[in-house]
């Protein structure tokens, strides 16, 4: 393994991320140099050290406490640093594509998969360092007033490898998903197409729940045996050998450490063999059985769609479930009722109700945020065709309110079954949350017309950022001033139940028709001309 | 490769749009578009006749993509006007667009569909029956050696094969202009020896206009009746090959020389050699 060699493309790997953003669009410029992440740590910590340590001043609270406060906290820092990179590795490193991976280079050029292991590790772990580096510049303080310097010095080194041990777990789900990919290869039937979705989103999940700290720790909680799981599992051993040493255990700290070390380094062995036996993830052959064509979708019809929309509503329902970069879309609503059904009774039916009608609402909105960006260059040929704007706007309508509609319908019965809901209460929330997603589609669809990016990128985004935060967090206001007076009035009759109805109708239809309205008119600037 | 017959198409419906053989079929007339601080295309004029294949010629970064992308509406160009059958195209851009096809030079096709389903949805698109698309679509993947691959996803497809596809995409609705940027790109010469051919025969027996870019001067020699020279957004120069070469005063030269001459870019000789040292 050449070093220089790794190095060189770990840098080329965080520069491709950097100059992916618009506003890093010029390579000469500082913000898309790799140095940028490394002044963003220094940054933070510093910043977050010196407000820590202004705060500290200020309170002056007791050495022991001080103490008994700083190591607590830093033994959950390599956990921090693992649970950063698998959320933002799951979100944006799984999606994406070979070709900006790097990883299609290294097809051809000198550089073997355990180089090609060390440079993209190195670069996940570099990228998403800031998570880290805050934690640990609001902790210096704390610890040298404390004098817990050297369990400090310990947590650093840890942090640093949590980092790693997170990065090689993504290379890994990279690599094992672009095998689930290459076992479709020259199969036929959809059926293959539809393991290789499945497959992905259960890997997504497992990771999720199986890294995720809040699960993990609510998890311990109610185990008896909390000490021999975290003993046991090698994921809980930095956060081990920091609880020992803090309590003055060095040999059994030190146990810890080193089997740490040995279990990241067994990682490192399996994602080098596994990425060097799913080497050349190059697009592979998948065939489907004959196609037949049908005409016309009858029930889109029935909704009033021309052929012409029906062909688009079909081929963008075919993306969402053929295209790995929609996957996280798919899997939202998925990951959200199993946290619900794994929280069981302890919600109540209000919040329940409030829950899937929050699930429901933010899926329409991120897929309608999907929407218009995941035509990516093809919008050029969606110009060329013989279309208007209003029959693209029933189109991605129509793609976002099916699945939508599927989901709503699933989440009301789930909570109807759950509570046993009286029939007229369950037709109520059923009629609830699939308004909300209705609005909440064109509330996502207007923002889409508007702030869709189209450019390729190495890890896709649909929304430009601005756009993106607003979205989410108008739509997320939405949805609450909808929901919350809906909920109480469906829920617990009473001489307010009429008024808040009312307001709940008022809101819909009027936010409602604002959303179609700013939809109907950003898809008439959009169609304008080719935004690229 | 026959032409697919006609069949049942909207492009055949009865329109306002004028269809003279012969006639001008395109009209640009004296467009400019600027992007930002560059300017792209500087008054460019030119007309496409029905049954003719003009040749859109020019270096790189000369304007022919935009001023392509321009003719079907895609970029608004910021003075001058392109008529179509006679119409302004903004009057009406889904009647433009119905009677045009057009292959983009680097066509994006949605790689999650298998070539068939990918045929379907652009049939869908201009509105083609079933019995006539699925003629249509068997004769074209038929003539460029596609058959048994349709049913495969295009991401697995090779470069000349997603250019196949986004040619027959923009043949099988039979349009009345055809609007091709690079269109032969990665075939191989066996599909573009039939694209040309095909171009020529649609020309000359169905009166369909082609604009057509190239970098292959031999190809635009070879199948264009008129040329249009574009350098840095304006039109060099046009007409038949003959009286380009009378303009360069370069009787009896090929066209390669003409427009090397006429581009500027003529004295190559200190380049290779630098290159070759």
Redesign the interface.
């Given at each position: 393994m050449e070093l220089h060699r790794v190095q060189r493309l770990a840098a080329t790997l965080v520069a491709s991320l950097l100059r992916s953003g618009r506003s890093s669009s010029d390579p000469k410029s500082f913000f898309g140099r790799p140095a940028l992440i490394g002044v963003i740590d220094l940054g933070l910590f510093a910043g977050v050290a010196a407000m820590a340590a202004v705060a500290l001043g200020a309170a002056t609270p007791p050495r022991d406490e001080l103490s008994a406060f700083s190591n607590a906290f830093l033994p959950f820092i390599p956990l921090v640093a693992v649970s950063v990179v698998l959320l933002a590795g799951l979100m944006f490193e799984l999606t994406t594509t070979a070709k900006f991976a790097g990883s299609d280079a290294a097809n051809w050029l000198p550089i073997s998969p355990g180089e090609y292991l060390a440079a993209s590790v190195s670069a996940i772990a570099y990228t998403y360092s800031p998570a880290v580096a805050i934690t640990l510049g609001a902790l210096l303080p704390l610890s040298l007033a404390g004098g817990t310097g050297a369990v400090y010095g310990a947590t650093v080194a840890l942090a640093v490898a949590g980092l790693i041990e997170g990065a090689l777990l993504i290379e890994m789900v990279r690599a094992a998903t672009q095998r689930a990919s290459s076992v479709t290869a020259g199969s036929r039937g959809r059926v293959n197409l539809f393991v290789r979705a499945l497959v992905l989103i259960l890997v997504i999940l497992l990771l999720q729940f199986a890294f995720n700290p809040v699960f993990l720790l609510g998890l311990t909680q109610r185990l008896s045996t909390v000490a021999l799981v975290t003993t046991v599992v090698p994921f809980f051993w930095s956060t081990e050998a920091l609880t020992q040493w803090a309590a003055g255990n060095l040999e059994l700290g030190a146990g810890f450490a080193v089997g740490q070390f040995a279990f990241i380094a067994a990682l490192a062995y399996l994602a080098s063999d596994l990425r060097e036996r799913n080497w050349a993830p190059s697009?592979?052959?998948?065939?489907?059985?004959?196609?037949r064509?049908a005409?016309r979708n009858p029930v889109l019809a029935a909704f009033g769609l021309s052929?012409?929309e029906?062909?688009?509503v079909?081929?963008d329902l075919?993306?969402l479930v053929?295209?790995r970069e929609m996957l996280p879309t798919l899997v939202v609503p998925v990951v959200l009722v199993v946290l619900v059904l794994v929280e069981g009774g302890a919600l109540g039916d209000l919040v329940s109700v409030l829950w899937i009608g929050w699930v429901a609402g933010f899926f329409s909105l991120l897929l309608a945020g999907t929407s218009v960006g995941q035509e990516?260059?093809?919008?050029?040929?969606l110009?060329?065709?013989?279309?208007?704007a209003e029959s693209l706007v029933r189109a991605k309508a129509g793609f976002v309110l099916v699945p939508s509609f599927i989901v709503a319908f699933g989440l009301a019965v789930l909570v109807g079954v759950f509570f046993g809901l009286p029939p007229a209460t369950f037709l109520g929330v059923l009629l609830l949350v699939v308004t909300i997603s209705v609005v909440l589609t064109f509330w996502g669809l207007a923002f889409a017309a508007r702030f869709s990016d189209f450019q390729e990128r190495p890890r896709p985004q649909f929304l430009r950022p601005g756009g993106m935060i607003a979205a989410t967090v108008s739509g997320m206001i939405l949805l609450f001033a909808i929901l919350t007076p809906g909920a109480l009035a469906l829920l617990y009759p009473s001489t307010l139940s009429i008024p808040l109805g009312m307001i709940a109708l008022v809101l819909i239809v009027g936010l409602g028709g604002l959303a179609v309205y700013w939809t109907r008119s950003g898809f008439r600037e959009l169609f304008?001309?080719?935004p690229f | 490769m026959a032409v697919p017959s006609s069949g049942s198409r909207r492009s055949e419906r009865p329109t306002e749009f004028s269809l003279r053989a012969g006639g001008s079929a395109l009209q640009v007339d004296g467009i400019s578009k600027s992007f930002g601080a560059v300017q792209a295309l500087s008054a460019v004029s030119f007309s496409v006749a029905s049954g003719e294949i003009v040749g859109l010629l020019g270096p790189n970064g000369a304007g022919k993509s935009t001023t392509m992308r321009a003719v079907l509406g895609l970029v608004q160009a910021d003075s001058g006007e392109i008529r179509l059958f006679g119409q302004n195209i903004l009057a009406d851009p889904e009647q433009t667009k119905r009677l045009s096809g057009y292959v983009p030079e680097a066509p994006a096709l949605y790689e999650f569909l298998t070539g068939a389903e990918y045929l379907d949805f652009v049939a869908d698109m201009y509105g083609l029956d079933p019995a006539t698309r699925a003629e249509r679509i068997r004769q074209y993947l038929a003539g460029f050696e596609l058959t048994g691959h349709e049913d495969s996803l295009i991401s697995g497809y090779s470069q000349g094969m997603k250019q196949k596809v986004a040619l027959i995409a923009a043949l099988s609705h039979h349009p009345k202009l055809l609007i091709l940027d690079e269109p032969l790109n990665g075939l191989d010469p066996r599909s573009a020896r039939i694209t040309k051919d095909l171009l020529r025969n649609l020309a000359t027996h169905e009166g369909v206009a082609v604009l057509f870019s190239t970098h292959v001067l031999e190809i635009a020699q070879a199948i264009c009746d008129r040329i249009v020279i574009l350098h840095r957004g304006h039109v060099l120069a046009s007409g038949t090959v003959a009286a380009l070469r009378d303009r360069a005063g370069m009787a009896g030269r090929d066209l390669e020389e003409v427009f090397l001459a006429l581009t500027g870019t003529g004295d190559l000789r200190d380049v290779v050699d630098a290159l070759s040292r």
């Open positions: 697009p592979v052959e998948v065939r489907l059985e004959a196609h064509y005409a052929a012409a029906s062909a688009l079909g081929k075919k993306g053929r295209r990516r260059k093809a919008l050029q040929s110009y060329a065709f013989p279309l208007s304008r001309q080719l | -």
